[in-house]
């Protein structure tokens, strides 16, 4: 049975920095591409970051500057260090791994930036 699940979301000031964590498990997790989506509430899904077996990295345009992805193929996990958090990045963080068409969803963690 596959399973992401995602941790490190919460409450933060703007400026502020958060690290999400998502475990992987129930697939070889190594030729997995990674990424980290966000959806608002009222919005649309959106791609954040994603990270390629091979270690490449894309950001959406938003965040690119303020936020870095990353894997562990030993511990199964990816990573997204996220920093001078804004209000419009509050959203739920969910995470994806994808491979030849198929994709494995967590069920997200909260992120709310606010004063």
């Known amino acids: 049975q596959v399973q992401l699940v995602e941790s490190g979301g919460g409450l933060v000031q703007p400026g502020g920095s958060l690290r999400l964590s998502c475990s992987a498990s129930?697939?070889?997790?190594?030729?997995?591409?990674m990424g980290w989506y966000r959806q608002a509430p009222g919005k649309q899904r959106e791609l954040v970051a994603g990270i390629t077996r091979g270690g490449s990295t894309n950001y959406a345009d938003s965040v690119k500057g303020r936020c870095t992805i990353s894997r562990d193929n030993v511990k199964n996990a990816v990573y997204l260090q996220m920093n001078s958090l804004k209000p419009e990045d509050t959203a739920v963080y969910c995470c994806?791994?994808?491979?030849?068409?198929?994709?494995?969803w967590g069920k997200g963690t909260l992120v709310t930036v606010s004063s």
């Open positions: 129930g697939i070889t997790f190594s030729i997995y591409a």
């Open positions: 994806n791994a994808k491979l030849n068409g198929i994709d494995f």
